[in-house]
């Protein structure tokens, strides 16, 4: 085990990051769940969040499979979902994650959106709401139009049937408006309806940020179809 793998300074780094999800307005807690070695807990009443250095990976044989059940210990009964933080680690790394029971990554470099989106997948309820489609984080210029207005704005995350838009004073719930989607290079135009509104002042939804969701009502399906693809692509990308 090298010395930059040392549970002590791959605690100190997990302090940068617990800065940054309380900015997003997640409360951190902080707990040491075996041989020194730390973690970042988040807690919603459904779901529950430990999040480890990637690069518990190197430590010795048994204990991050240690690290890992001590932290289920801590509340048997309850949901807990894995999440690894860091630098990309390499394949062999990779799969003793994974077979640690780590289920979700948090690479470096790290966006607020993508910190935002995993953070929520790993503390939603077991059985979440049915969506449409899955969604995923996918950073994109949109197009808008309603009434004689045109604006531009970015996607946070987007799905084959919809996608939440990025606006500090988004259009209220149930407001129709015209979109060009970002698809690869192209940008087909569909009509879309507002179905949460999120704005900055007063938000509902506290762990999303300011803007709205919008459900397409006439995408092509060959259109859709792309989208769900790249939308595979990058929660396989966001996995352990």
Avoid: C
């Avoid at 807690?29 to 973690?39: F, K, T």
């Avoid at 799905?159 to 698809?183: T, Y």
């Avoid at 919008?214 to 399906?221: G, I, N």
Wanted: hydrophobic share 45%; proline share 9%; glycine share 6%.
């Amino acid at each position: 085990m090298t010395n930059r793998s040392s549970p002590a300074l791959l605690a100190a780094d997990l302090r940068r990051l617990a800065v940054r999800l309380e900015g997003l307005g997640y409360p951190v807690a902080r707990a040491e769940a075996a041989s020194g070695a730390h973690a970042l807990l988040l807690d919603r009443g459904a779901g529950r969040a430990a999040i480890l250095p990637a690069g518990f990976a190197s430590l010795p044989e048994g204990e991050l499979e240690r690290t890992t059940q001590a932290l289920r210990g801590l509340a048997p009964s309850r949901k807990l979902t894995l999440l690894a933080w860091g630098p990309v680690p390499g394949p062999t790394a990779r799969q003793r994650l994974r077979n640690a029971g780590i289920e979700l990554a948090l690479y470096e470099p790290l966006d607020a959106a993508v910190l935002r989106f995993q953070v929520n997948r790993a503390l939603a309820p077991t059985a979440p709401p049915k969506r449409r489609a899955q969604r995923a984080p996918i950073d994109a210029e949109i197009a808008m139009r309603w009434r004689l207005r045109t604006r531009s704005a970015r996607v946070y995350a987007m799905s084959a049937s919809g996608a939440f838009i990025l606006a500090d004073e988004p259009l209220k719930q149930g407001r129709r408006l015209a979109l060009e989607v970002p698809v690869g290079r192209l940008h087909p135009r569909t009509h879309a309806r507002v179905v949460l509104s999120n704005p900055a002042a007063e938000p509902a939804h506290p762990d999303l940020p300011p803007g709205m969701a919008v459900v397409f009502e006439d995408l092509d399906h060959a259109y859709a179809a792309v989208i769900q693809r790249l939308v595979e692509e990058r929660l396989a990308a966001l996995a352990v």
